[in-house]
T-cell receptor
Framework: DAGVTQSPTHLIKTRGQQVTLRCSPK?????VSWYQQALGQGPQFIFQ???????QRGNFPDRFSGHQFPNYSSELNVNALLLGDSALYLC????????????FGQGTRLTVV | DAKTTQPTSMDCAEGRAANLPCNHS???????VYWYRQIHSQGPQYIIH???NNETNEMASLIITEDRKSSTLILPHATLRDTAVYYC????????????FGAGTQVVVTP
């Protein structure tokens, strides 16, 4: 079992550009959540997807959007990138939305210059 | 969800038990205590969770006080690989979604 896989591992973008990050959940998991982790801080919840719909959302602007595909994989899109969007973006999957245990990927390190 | 308070950092000698405290004085009756850890450059990893009874698994033990206002995560025999940031989180089980991470406790295990 490959666990949660994220791509790419590192990314550099220019301010104002758009970026798409990808996540494949652990086998058998149908729920995907995304988190943003700034340097030196704990992860902050962005949103959760289940049955291809956004089910819960944290305190992030509409520039952050996502999608879940029928195979449960997910994408995180960020438009109009700001320098402050530089962070580690983590994807987590669980067996269901109420899942006791969330499995996290290694993350995508996004640098906005 | 209730908030938690943890020490910023702590050191532990290899082979000794590491006792990580967490205060959650405003925890509600239906909120569980969860512990995750994050080793440098990796995603967080689930350790253990509990409601009011003490819990033990292959990684750690969780001791929750009778009034549930605080808890302690115990790593029985710390190894260098246990060096990580440890997060104490309270959340309603069987609820949708998010884990609210704080700043956590940086644990450094020394030889």
């Amino acid at each position: 079992d490959a666990g949660v896989t994220q791509s790419p591992t590192h990314l550099i973008k220019t301010r104002g550009q758009q970026v798409t990050l990808r996540c494949s959940p652990k086998s058998g998991h149908d729920t995907v959540s995304w988190y943003q982790q700034a340097l030196g801080q704990g992860p902050q919840f962005i949103f959760q997807y289940y049955e291809e719909e956004e089910r819960q959302r944290g305190n992030f602007p509409d520039r952050f959007s996502g999608h879940q595909f029928p195979n449960y994989s997910s994408e995180l899109n960020v438009n109009a990138l700001l320098l402050g969007d530089s962070a580690l973006y983590l994807c987590a999957s669980s067996l269901d939305p109420e899942g006791t245990e969330a499995f996290f990927g290694q993350g995508t390190r996004l640098t906005v210059v | 969800d209730a908030k938690t308070t943890q020490p910023t950092s702590m050191d532990c000698a290899e082979g000794r038990a590491a006792n990580l405290p967490c205060n959650h004085s405003t925890i509600s009756g239906n909120e569980y205590v969860y512990w995750y850890r994050q080793i440098h450059s990796q995603g967080p990893q689930y350790i253990i969770h509990g409601l009011k009874n003490n819990e033990t698994n292959e990684m750690a033990s969780l001791i929750i006080t009778e009034d549930r206002k605080s808890s302690t995560l115990i790593l029985p025999h710390a190894t260098l690989r246990d060096t990580a940031v440890y997060y104490c989180i309270v959340r309603v089980a069987d609820s949708w979604g998010k884990l609210q991470f704080g700043a956590g406790t940086q644990v450094v295990v020394t030889p």
